[in-house]
T-cell receptor, first 112, second 115 residues
Protein backbone atom coordinates (compact mmCIF):
# COMPACT_ATOMS: atom_id res chain seq x y z
CA UNK A 1 0.00 0.00 0.00
CA UNK A 2 1.05 3.56 -0.72
CA UNK A 3 2.38 5.30 2.38
CA UNK A 4 -0.56 7.58 3.12
CA UNK A 5 -1.69 8.41 6.63
CA UNK A 6 -4.80 10.40 7.37
CA UNK A 7 -5.40 11.91 10.78
CA UNK A 8 -7.57 11.84 12.70
CA UNK A 9 -9.42 8.75 11.53
CA UNK A 10 -12.59 9.80 13.31
CA UNK A 11 -13.75 13.14 14.62
CA UNK A 12 -16.94 14.49 16.12
CA UNK A 13 -17.29 18.22 16.50
CA UNK A 14 -19.88 20.96 16.73
CA UNK A 15 -21.21 23.36 14.14
CA UNK A 16 -19.17 26.52 13.88
CA UNK A 17 -15.88 25.08 15.10
CA UNK A 18 -12.76 24.97 12.93
CA UNK A 19 -11.51 21.56 11.86
CA UNK A 20 -8.24 20.53 10.23
CA UNK A 21 -7.62 17.17 8.64
CA UNK A 22 -4.13 16.03 7.80
CA UNK A 23 -2.82 13.87 5.01
CA UNK A 24 0.76 12.69 5.31
CA UNK A 25 2.60 10.75 2.60
CA UNK A 26 5.97 9.02 2.60
CA UNK A 27 6.11 8.48 -1.19
CA UNK A 28 7.44 11.91 -2.19
CA UNK A 29 4.63 12.18 -4.75
CA UNK A 30 4.01 15.55 -6.37
CA UNK A 31 0.23 15.49 -6.56
CA UNK A 32 -2.14 15.33 -3.59
CA UNK A 33 -5.93 15.46 -3.52
CA UNK A 34 -8.79 15.76 -1.06
CA UNK A 35 -12.15 14.12 -1.78
CA UNK A 36 -15.35 13.74 0.18
CA UNK A 37 -17.56 10.68 -0.08
CA UNK A 38 -21.30 10.87 0.46
CA UNK A 39 -24.01 8.28 -0.25
CA UNK A 40 -25.42 8.68 -3.73
CA UNK A 41 -22.61 10.98 -4.83
CA UNK A 42 -19.55 8.79 -5.02
CA UNK A 43 -16.37 10.76 -4.36
CA UNK A 44 -16.11 14.43 -5.22
CA UNK A 45 -12.91 16.45 -5.48
CA UNK A 46 -12.58 19.27 -2.95
CA UNK A 47 -9.07 20.64 -3.57
CA UNK A 48 -5.85 19.38 -4.99
CA UNK A 49 -2.17 20.27 -5.00
CA UNK A 50 0.36 19.99 -7.80
CA UNK A 51 3.36 21.01 -5.71
CA UNK A 52 4.43 22.75 -2.53
CA UNK A 53 2.31 25.88 -2.13
CA UNK A 54 0.52 25.11 -5.43
CA UNK A 55 -3.15 24.31 -4.92
CA UNK A 56 -6.39 24.66 -6.81
CA UNK A 57 -10.09 24.15 -6.32
CA UNK A 58 -12.09 21.10 -7.19
CA UNK A 59 -15.77 20.49 -7.72
CA UNK A 60 -16.97 21.13 -4.15
CA UNK A 61 -14.49 23.61 -2.65
CA UNK A 62 -16.89 26.05 -0.94
CA UNK A 63 -16.31 26.11 2.81
CA UNK A 64 -12.91 24.40 2.57
CA UNK A 65 -9.34 25.63 2.37
CA UNK A 66 -6.07 23.74 1.97
CA UNK A 67 -2.38 24.26 2.54
CA UNK A 68 0.74 22.45 1.49
CA UNK A 69 3.95 23.77 3.01
CA UNK A 70 5.87 20.52 2.62
CA UNK A 71 5.79 17.82 -0.03
CA UNK A 72 4.61 15.23 2.46
CA UNK A 73 1.73 17.09 4.11
CA UNK A 74 -1.57 18.34 2.71
CA UNK A 75 -3.99 19.94 5.17
CA UNK A 76 -7.71 20.40 4.69
CA UNK A 77 -9.40 23.02 6.86
CA UNK A 78 -13.05 23.66 7.51
CA UNK A 79 -13.00 27.21 8.82
CA UNK A 80 -16.45 27.01 10.40
CA UNK A 81 -17.87 23.52 10.17
CA UNK A 82 -21.48 22.98 9.13
CA UNK A 83 -23.63 19.86 9.34
CA UNK A 84 -23.53 19.57 5.54
CA UNK A 85 -19.82 18.87 5.83
CA UNK A 86 -20.45 15.65 7.71
CA UNK A 87 -18.80 13.13 5.43
CA UNK A 88 -15.95 10.72 4.93
CA UNK A 89 -12.86 12.51 3.63
CA UNK A 90 -10.22 10.79 1.55
CA UNK A 91 -6.76 11.92 0.65
CA UNK A 92 -5.11 10.62 -2.52
CA UNK A 93 -1.67 10.96 -4.07
CA UNK A 94 -0.12 10.41 -7.47
CA UNK A 95 3.43 10.61 -8.76
CA UNK A 96 2.91 11.74 -12.34
CA UNK A 97 -0.08 13.60 -13.67
CA UNK A 98 -1.24 10.61 -15.70
CA UNK A 99 -0.60 7.99 -13.04
CA UNK A 100 -3.48 6.53 -11.02
CA UNK A 101 -4.20 7.99 -7.64
CA UNK A 102 -3.70 5.99 -4.47
CA UNK A 103 -6.01 6.59 -1.56
CA UNK A 104 -5.69 6.80 2.18
CA UNK A 105 -8.08 5.02 4.56
CA UNK A 106 -10.25 8.06 5.13
CA UNK A 107 -11.39 10.31 7.97
CA UNK A 108 -14.96 10.04 9.19
CA UNK A 109 -16.09 13.51 10.26
CA UNK A 110 -19.36 14.14 12.06
CA UNK A 111 -20.55 17.68 12.70
CA UNK A 112 -23.37 18.00 15.19
CA UNK B 1 -18.03 18.81 -18.05
CA UNK B 2 -17.15 15.17 -17.82
CA UNK B 3 -19.51 12.78 -16.09
CA UNK B 4 -19.69 9.11 -15.20
CA UNK B 5 -22.81 7.00 -14.88
CA UNK B 6 -23.05 3.69 -13.10
CA UNK B 7 -26.64 2.66 -13.73
CA UNK B 8 -26.75 -0.19 -11.22
CA UNK B 9 -26.77 0.89 -7.58
CA UNK B 10 -26.93 -2.67 -6.25
CA UNK B 11 -26.11 -6.00 -7.89
CA UNK B 12 -26.41 -9.46 -6.36
CA UNK B 13 -24.72 -12.48 -7.90
CA UNK B 14 -24.13 -16.03 -6.76
CA UNK B 15 -20.61 -17.14 -5.98
CA UNK B 16 -19.05 -18.64 -9.09
CA UNK B 17 -21.31 -16.71 -11.46
CA UNK B 18 -19.99 -14.17 -13.94
CA UNK B 19 -20.16 -10.46 -13.26
CA UNK B 20 -20.46 -7.34 -15.36
CA UNK B 21 -20.64 -3.85 -13.86
CA UNK B 22 -21.62 -1.09 -16.21
CA UNK B 23 -19.98 2.30 -16.60
CA UNK B 24 -20.77 5.01 -19.13
CA UNK B 25 -18.92 8.28 -19.41
CA UNK B 26 -19.49 11.59 -21.09
CA UNK B 27 -16.44 13.35 -22.37
CA UNK B 28 -15.44 14.85 -25.69
CA UNK B 29 -11.94 13.45 -25.99
CA UNK B 30 -10.49 10.07 -25.18
CA UNK B 31 -10.54 9.87 -21.43
CA UNK B 32 -8.38 8.06 -18.98
CA UNK B 33 -10.58 5.51 -17.22
CA UNK B 34 -10.27 3.66 -13.94
CA UNK B 35 -12.07 1.12 -11.80
CA UNK B 36 -11.63 1.20 -8.04
CA UNK B 37 -12.96 -1.12 -5.33
CA UNK B 38 -13.82 -0.15 -1.77
CA UNK B 39 -14.34 -2.57 1.10
CA UNK B 40 -16.31 -1.33 4.13
CA UNK B 41 -14.34 1.15 6.21
CA UNK B 42 -11.45 1.15 3.79
CA UNK B 43 -10.02 3.44 1.19
CA UNK B 44 -10.23 2.83 -2.54
CA UNK B 45 -8.02 0.28 -4.24
CA UNK B 46 -7.20 0.53 -7.93
CA UNK B 47 -8.40 -2.48 -9.92
CA UNK B 48 -7.35 -1.41 -13.40
CA UNK B 49 -6.83 1.54 -15.70
CA UNK B 50 -7.17 2.41 -19.37
CA UNK B 51 -5.02 5.08 -20.95
CA UNK B 52 -4.64 4.00 -24.56
CA UNK B 53 -3.87 1.00 -26.73
CA UNK B 54 -5.55 -2.37 -26.28
CA UNK B 55 -9.16 -1.76 -25.37
CA UNK B 56 -9.33 -4.86 -23.16
CA UNK B 57 -7.38 -4.27 -19.99
CA UNK B 58 -6.54 -6.73 -17.28
CA UNK B 59 -6.47 -5.82 -13.64
CA UNK B 60 -5.90 -7.34 -10.26
CA UNK B 61 -8.02 -10.03 -8.61
CA UNK B 62 -9.05 -11.50 -11.98
CA UNK B 63 -10.96 -8.44 -13.17
CA UNK B 64 -10.92 -7.05 -16.69
CA UNK B 65 -12.59 -4.13 -18.43
CA UNK B 66 -13.28 -3.25 -22.03
CA UNK B 67 -13.22 0.27 -23.43
CA UNK B 68 -15.80 0.79 -26.16
CA UNK B 69 -15.50 4.23 -27.67
CA UNK B 70 -18.64 3.89 -29.79
CA UNK B 71 -20.73 3.20 -26.69
CA UNK B 72 -18.80 5.50 -24.33
CA UNK B 73 -18.54 2.56 -21.98
CA UNK B 74 -15.93 0.93 -19.78
CA UNK B 75 -17.61 -2.11 -18.25
CA UNK B 76 -15.92 -4.23 -15.61
CA UNK B 77 -16.11 -8.02 -15.83
CA UNK B 78 -15.10 -11.09 -13.92
CA UNK B 79 -15.78 -14.63 -15.14
CA UNK B 80 -16.29 -16.20 -11.70
CA UNK B 81 -17.09 -14.15 -8.63
CA UNK B 82 -15.74 -15.04 -5.19
CA UNK B 83 -17.43 -14.18 -1.89
CA UNK B 84 -14.52 -11.86 -1.11
CA UNK B 85 -15.45 -9.69 -4.11
CA UNK B 86 -18.40 -8.26 -2.19
CA UNK B 87 -17.65 -4.54 -2.00
CA UNK B 88 -18.50 -1.25 -3.66
CA UNK B 89 -17.08 -0.56 -7.10
CA UNK B 90 -16.42 2.84 -8.57
CA UNK B 91 -15.74 3.84 -12.13
CA UNK B 92 -13.82 7.08 -12.64
CA UNK B 93 -12.73 9.25 -15.55
CA UNK B 94 -10.10 11.95 -15.66
CA UNK B 95 -8.79 14.69 -17.83
CA UNK B 96 -5.24 15.95 -17.63
CA UNK B 97 -5.00 19.68 -16.98
CA UNK B 98 -1.32 20.15 -16.25
CA UNK B 99 -2.21 20.30 -12.58
CA UNK B 100 -2.83 16.66 -11.88
CA UNK B 101 -5.58 14.33 -12.95
CA UNK B 102 -8.88 15.36 -11.46
CA UNK B 103 -11.01 12.28 -11.13
CA UNK B 104 -14.74 12.31 -11.65
CA UNK B 105 -16.37 9.30 -10.03
CA UNK B 106 -19.58 7.47 -10.68
CA UNK B 107 -21.92 6.96 -7.75
CA UNK B 108 -20.80 3.38 -7.27
CA UNK B 109 -22.26 -0.11 -7.54
CA UNK B 110 -22.65 -2.18 -4.39
CA UNK B 111 -21.95 -5.85 -5.11
CA UNK B 112 -23.43 -8.56 -2.93
CA UNK B 113 -22.32 -12.17 -3.37
CA UNK B 114 -24.63 -14.96 -2.36
CA UNK B 115 -23.04 -18.18 -1.20
Amino acid sequence: DAGITQSPRHKVTETGTPVTLRCHQTENHRYMYWYRQDPGHGLRLIHYSYGVKDTDKGEVSDGYSVSRSKTEDFLLTLESATSSQTSVYFCAISDKEYQPQHFGDGTRLSIL
Amino acid sequence: AQSVTQPDIHITVSEGASLELRCNYSYGATPYLFWYVQSPGQGLQLLLKYFSGDTLVQGIKGFEAEFKRSQSSFNLRKPSVHWSDAAEYFCAVTILTGGGNKLTFGTGTQLKVEL
